[in-house]
């Protein structure tokens, strides 16, 4: 069987006001036991950067593994830490 068609996760999106992010629980998931986490932060993207594409790799090759899936969005092209020293985009992901 291969990892696409075990894959039946749900996507769900959480938006502020410049960013937003993916988070994708394993389809097993029933809130009460703690699972490990996969925190993918994507590199310099263009502005077209397509994040449901991005997220759906990443859920495809986790499979039925368990991990629950975060993907952030940085609010511009990379994380505004390394070209500012601002915090922005990393107080969204905490």
């Not at 990892?3 to 938006?15: D, K, N, P, S, Y």
């Not at 986490?37 to 997220?55: C, E, I, K, V």
Request: aromatic fraction near 8%; glycine fraction near 8%.
């Amino acid at each position: 069987c291969s990892v696409a068609t075990q894959l039946t996760r749900q996507i769900f999106e959480i938006r502020s006001a410049r960013m937003r992010a993916h988070i994708c629980p394993p389809e097993f998931c029933n809130g009460e036991e703690r699972l490990p986490l996969m925190l993918a932060l994507h590199g310099s993207r263009p502005l077209d950067h397509d994040l449901a594409g991005y997220t759906r790799f990443f859920a495809e090759l986790l499979g039925s593994s368990g991990v629950m899936l975060v993907v952030p969005e940085s609010a511009d092209g990379t994380w505004d830490f390394l070209l500012t020293g601002q915090r922005d985009d990393m107080d969204f992901i905490e």
